[in-house]
């Protein structure tokens, strides 16, 4: 749409014939796209007022998580590990030793007065009495039964010594994660953000009715220090608009939209479902994603968590035979039961007698079946044991599947998953063709190893070559024979480097596509993902994007 005086904006189909729009089919959208392009739209209301917006608690254990890994893109334990260092303290310039921030670990937004104070009066000093609220902002007065307010919120020790004084003192993250924490801090203590709230309907023709809405910032308030990610975006409607107004259209969008699944978890995320369903507490949330992730039950790529089928196979263990054990609700109740033996109704004997009691038998009830449950993790592999004759099955073991003979123990005979059968050294018929090493010329077999899958030669111990599993492609670089594979940086961030490292040094954060830039022909593009954009490739020189469907088809 756009006004007489050409500012544009985007309405929504709201109604039609007097109802809900209903657009179950592309034929009847295309159909509703022909009619609308051929009505006039007329603003029959317009609808202003305005809010205020507070700003939000200082940091808990919980917040402070999800904020450093949305905003600065630390994981937990890195976040965990800064935050103690900045609590432990630092020794600043004038050669003093401080603790820069109050215990990390709390679930309460409790804070003193005495700092209340303190950040009033630095507010008040550096950006004027019209950011100050007319008396401070207390949290933490209707706090949940769970929470345990033995300590503060999360805030800077000395509210008053500003990020910019402390910097030259700190590394890099320590200081981007005092400076997020002093800035949520000092934001809730500051004034109310103001805004004008716009709401327009529209009639197009008899049939159609539109809708479109918009925000305008009056008053910044707390937003001058810090606000979060899904604040940033503010629509905003023309000034000019009132009843009666003619509209001119720009152009008509028929979008399908389908029901998409719930998206894997962030760490963030995670931790807030953490924090939601009462289970650990504050402190153990770091500890719990990256206990998770050393032991292979899940893999991060691309800041999204993923189970793994070594975490597939360990959670329906667990759940088909300690599901009273592994469920949300445990740890809450233990939590609840435990605050009743502070409050002298229980004794901590009671507690574990109890639980004891349950333990035994589940173990007993578990240890019973355990060839049942060693069973039913093995699965026929449709394959014969080549010294016994016996059908091969595929079993578990710590660094994942391997294919086993069923007649173990009298037969012994295993080998990796993918790997070629026994005595053929890899060159058998039945074995699979990997290519040759590259130090020997011995054929290459598929191992399982602590990481996952890699190509070894089949002269080990002899000969020691090894390679990655997967191969993304030819590295773009000139002249180069290498190939692109994923890796881990020592921070455990999956990159996209050259199998001819350091002779070759390509190296990218996002998985690379061999498909030219259309636009600049740079050899290669990236895979991007955002919820707006959907799937789509990125070249990394000009910057220019094309959807994945278009390389598909070609």
């Known amino acids: 749409m756009e006004t007489e005086k050409k500012h544009g904006f985007e309405a929504e189909l709201q109604k039609v014939d007097g109802k809900k729009a209903y657009i179950p089919n592309e034929t009847i959208a295309m159909d509703l796209r022909h009619e609308l392009k051929e009505e006039t739209f007329t603003i029959s209301s317009v609808e202003k007022k305005r809010v205020r917006r507070n700003p939000h608690a200082p940091f808990t254990t919980s917040t ?19 935050a103690q260092q900045l609590y432990e303290g630092v020794t600043l310039q004038d050669g003093e030793t401080t603790g820069l921030i ?3 670990r709390t679930d309460s937004t409790r804070v003193a007065s005495s700092a209340i104070e303190t950040i009033r009066t630095h507010v008040k000093e550096t950006l004027g009495s019209k950011y ?16 345990q307010d033995a300590h503060e919120a999360i805030r800077p020790a000395n509210p008053a010594l500003h990020p910019d004084l402390v910097k030259a003192s700190l590394t890099s993250p320590q200081a981007k994660l005092y400076d997020l924490i002093w800035r949520r801090f000092t934001a809730s203590q500051m004034a109310v953000a103001v805004f004008d709230q716009s709401s327009i309907e529209i009639q197009a023709g008899k049939r159609f009715g539109l809708r479109a809405a918009g925000s305008d910032l009056v008053f910044d308030g707390y937003r001058k220090v810090y606000f979060e990610k899904e604040e940033e975006k503010e629509s905003h409607l023309p000034a000019d608009l009132k009843a009666g107004d003619i509209l001119g259209l720009l152009q008509v969008d028929a979008d399908q939209h389908f029901t998409k699944p719930p998206a894997p978890y962030t760490e963030s995320s995670l931790v807030k479902v953490l924090d939601k369903e009462g289970i650990g507490r504050p402190s153990t949330y770091a500890n719990i994603i990256s206990v998770v992730q050393a032991r292979n039950y899940v893999r991060s790529e691309k800041r999204k968590l993923f189970p793994t089928e070594l975490g597939k196979v360990t959670n329906k263990l667990l759940v088909d ?33 109890e ?28 394959e014969l044991c080549e010294k016994c004759g016996k059908p091969m099955v595929v079993k578990w073991s710590k660094n994942g599947q391997f294919l086993a003979c069923s007649g173990f123990p009298s037969c012994r005979n295993a080998r990796p998953l993918d790997g070629p059968k026994s005595g053929t050294e890899g ?12 130090k020997c010329e011995s054929p290459l077999i598929l191992r399982d190893g602590r990481y996952g899958k890699f190509y070894a030669c089949s002269a080990y111990p ?27 940086s020592k921070r455990g961030r999956t990159f996209y480097g050259c199998t001819k490292y350091p002779d070759c040094d390509f190296v990218s954060w996002d998985p690379p596509i ?22 789509y490739a990125l070249c990394p020189k000009c910057k220019h994007e094309i959807n994945v469907s278009d390389i598909e088809s070609e």
Not at 324 to 339: A, G, Q
Not at 514 to 527: Q, R
Request: charged share 30%; aromatic share 10%; hydrophobic share 30%.
């Open 64 to 82: 402070l998580q999800q904020a450093a890994f949305q905003k600065l893109g630390f994981t937990t334990k890195r976040t965990m590990t800064l």
């Open 102 to 104: 109050t215990y990390m």
């Open 132 to 147: 100050l609220p007319a008396k401070g902002r207390p949290f933490g007065k209707s706090k949940a039964a769970k929470t």
């Open 321 to 353: 035979n300690f599901s009273e054990l592994v469920n949300k609700t445990f740890t809450r109740e233990m939590e609840s039961r435990l605050d009743k033996v502070e409050e002298g109704q229980l004794t901590y004997l009671d507690i574990m007698q």
């Open 355 to 382: 639980f004891w009691a349950l333990l035994e038998k589940w173990l007993e009830a578990s240890s019973k079946s355990y060839s049942e449950i060693k069973q039913s993790l093995q699965q026929d592999s449709g």
């Open 427 to 438: 060159d058998g018929e039945e074995a699979k063709d990997y290519g040759k090493c590259e």
């Open 462 to 488: 002899k000969c020691k070559f090894t390679k990655p599993f997967t191969i993304l492609m030819p590295c773009p670089k000139p002249d180069c024979k290498g190939e692109i594979s994923p890796r881990r």
């Open 514 to 535: 061999a498909h030219k830039c259309p636009a600049c022909e740079n050899p290669y593009m990236v895979a991007k993902s955002t919820k707006k954009k959907g799937d």
